[in-house]
């Protein structure tokens, strides 16, 4: 009979420690406002799930929601194969490498509200060098300050820009660790690049694209800096995204019930549609 | 298929190769017969990798010329070649079944899916895969990915030539020798020329009807394995081929007969060339314990399971003999004879008798 030791739950406690103060309390508090109603002086009453029925129920969140998903739909269509084509064609010895490298990396250094400020004043009609060329130059009516689609394409372009690179960077280290018997092979066996791409270099990036568009669902879900200070959710509420949403109820309005309950909803299906991805694209290999 | 010519090759990595350091492949200029097994032997950075990949056209030489039959194919891809290649690391396409692997090389030329169908299914046949054929290929044990990477090659049967790049390193020992077989099996089956890069002995001489064997970019010697056994024509030959290797000893050739520690050894014949630096060159398996002969005192003895190899010490060098029978003791006085006909002189490394007529 094996004797069971219990000591190793010691081991654990550092760690439970700090995922509940990280994690746990901040969470369980949030839980605690989505259920009640306050009017300040920490006098709270109960609501029961009234506020997550008012949220689903509103079409103000319904709209959000929609522009959210569109949004992250869009930027992972673009930048997904982008950043797929830009990782095969950088060179994979050589002198070069580094530099490539260095600049792919560059957009990703720079802070996210300087991004916002960036692109801000690149693209004001008038001022910036975009908007100024878009107008002035090839008269095209441009001004992401009155034009919703406008602003779409701006807030777009800003995160292909931004972010792009997180997916070439995870793609080329799934590209250079292909041994290079595998083009060799491919190339006796007459393999077209078609073939190459499709039979070597996809399979052997299947993981490392699973974690890019993992983490890019994920941050392009919950984006709220950038586009907040490129656009400030307008006009009017074309850009607003959900996390602006929910700041705007939160500290805008002081509504923290229905704020609570939003930020968990949104919270469930960041989860949820992570979870089903991550299952879906790992299933092959557990078989 | 056709008979390989490689004509004055060459090959260097660098750009200007100016002295002959330079070249990870001296020249080389040898003749390969259609259908037949050859190996390249020596040990790693020899440039036998080098002259593979010369002939499947992953690389053009900087100097010389492949000929398939009379094809000047020095400047064709390897997909216009008709050449097969197994390499160190078994290489599959992950995604497919072990069928589709096989099928790969034949569906990108384009072959109609009735005789792909009969080609996989022969060759899975003769690789005993078929019970495999639907399954996923990257879940298969390496000498079964190894198997399928060999069944690509063969299963197209226009190929000229299969080569394997040491397809052993990472299959287990006892499955090694199962795949050798396996190996020589499909060469009488398929009939096609195969070359098989190794720098394990064994491997070489019980797959290859001819053996090159090379060092330092440059071929030593090119013969069956019984002729690199009996006559090295160089000692790094000797020593690497053979277990022990050939004892390499310092002597002088005073006309027809070298001097051994102040002793005289008959050799196998004349004693050509002159100066340089001579040694005496003579295998375990030849050197015997005799009542008359050079005395010499056993430092070591070993069993080996099927003989005895027996370290003796003669003046100040050390050689060793193997031995069928009992042993002398260790630290006991005997006298050792060289067998005349196997005990040659090498000149700066190279043969400097004449054979026996």
């Not at chain 1, 008012?54 to 998903?69: K, N, P, T, W």
């Not at chain 2, 090659?153 to 020992?173: K, Q, S, Y």
């Not at chain 2, 053979?242 to 051994?260: K, Q, T, Y």
Request: net charge negative; proline share 6%.
């Amino acid at each position: 009979m094996k004797t069971i030791n219990q000591r190793a739950w010691f081991f654990v406690l550092p760690v439970l420690f700090l995922v509940a103060f990280n994690a746990l309390v901040p969470m369980m508090t949030v839980v605690n406002y989505s259920v009640q109603e306050t009017f300040g002086n920490n006098k709270f009453f109960w609501q029961g799930l009234d506020w997550f029925e008012q949220i689903l129920r509103s079409e103000r969140f319904q709209a959000a929601l929609g522009r959210q998903f569109m949004f992250t739909a869009i930027i992972l269509a673009i930048e997904v194969p982008l950043g797929i084509i830009i990782a095969l064609s950088m060179p994979r010895k050589g002198v070069w490498v580094p530099v490539c490298l260095v600049l792919m990396a560059l957009p990703m250094l720079i802070p996210w509200n300087v991004v916002g400020a960036m692109w801000n004043i690149f693209a004001l009609p008038k001022i910036g060098m975009l908007g100024y060329f878009m107008n002035d130059v090839l008269g095209v009516n441009y001004d992401m300050t009155q034009d919703p689609l406008a602003a779409w394409i701006t807030v777009i372009v800003m995160d292909v820009w931004h972010w792009t690179s997180l997916v070439v960077l995870l793609c080329y280290a799934g590209l250079v660790s292909i041994p290079d018997a595998y083009y060799q092979a491919a190339k006796i066996d007459g393999a077209s690049p078609w073939a190459v791409f499709r039979y070597i270099q996809l399979p052997k990036m299947k993981t490392v694209l699973t974690i890019a568009i993992l983490l890019r669902f994920m941050d392009s879900f919950n984006i709220y800096t950038e586009p907040f200070v490129l656009t400030g959710g307008g006009p009017g509420n074309s850009t607003t995204l959900l996390s602006i949403d929910l700041v705007k109820i939160a500290l805008g309005q002081f509504d923290l019930g229905p704020a609570a309950a939003m930020s968990l909803i949104y919270f469930a299906i960041t989860l949820l549609v992570s979870w089903v991805f991550y299952t879906l694209m790992t299933k092959d290999d557990q078989q | 298929m056709a008979e390989i010519t490689l004509s004055h090759l060459k090959h260097a990595y660098l750009p200007q190769p100016a002295r002959p350091e330079d070249y990870a492949l001296k020249e080389i200029d040898v003749t390969w017969r259609d259908g037949g097994a050859y190996a390249l032997l020596g040990p790693s950075g020899c440039g036998k990798s080098t002259l593979l990949n010369i002939i499947s056209g992953l690389l053009t030489p900087s100097e010389g010329r492949v000929l398939f039959g009379s094809e000047d194919v020095t400047a064709l891809p390897p997909d216009r070649r008709n050449i097969a290649q197994v390499f160190q690391f078994p290489v599959i396409y992950d995604t497919m079944t072990v069928r589709q692997n096989l099928a790969f090389p034949l569906r990108n030329r384009g072959v109609d899916e009735g005789t792909i169908a009969a080609r996989v299914g022969e060759i899975a046949d003769m690789l005993d895969v078929t019970d495999m054929l639907d399954m996923r290929a990257a879940g298969l044990s390496p000498d079964n990915k190894q198997k399928i990477s060999m069944g690509r090659g063969l299963v197209r049967d226009d190929v000229n030539a299969v080569m394997f790049d040491e397809p052993l390193t990472v299959i287990d020992p006892h499955l090694k020798w199962v795949l050798r077989s396996k190996l020589k099996e499909l060469h009488q089956r398929v009939k096609a020329t195969m070359i098989y890069v190794t720098h394990d002995q064994t491997e070489a001489l019980t797959f290859a009807d001819e053996v090159v064997v090379m060092q330092d970019g440059e071929v030593v010697q090119i013969g069956t394995p019984v002729e690199l056994f009996e006559r090295p024509q160089h000692t790094f030959v000797g020593h690497f081929i053979g277990s022990p290797g050939m004892n390499v000893l310092p002597c002088e050739a005073r006309g027809d007969i070298a001097v051994f520690e102040g002793h005289d050894v008959v050799l196998e014949g004349a004693v050509t060339g002159a100066g340089g630096d001579v040694a005496l060159g003579v295998r375990p398996e030849h050197v015997s314990v005799a009542e008359v002969g050079i005395p010499a005192t056993v430092t070591k003895v070993s069993d080996v399971g099927r003989h005895f190899v027996v370290e003796a010490q003669v003046g100040a060098s050390s050689l060793k003999a193997v031995l069928e029978e009992a042993p002398p003791e260790k630290g006991s006085a005997v006298h050792l004879a060289f067998q005349p006909n196997k005990t040659r002189v090498y000149r700066d490394g190279w043969i400097a008798t004449e054979a026996r007529a």
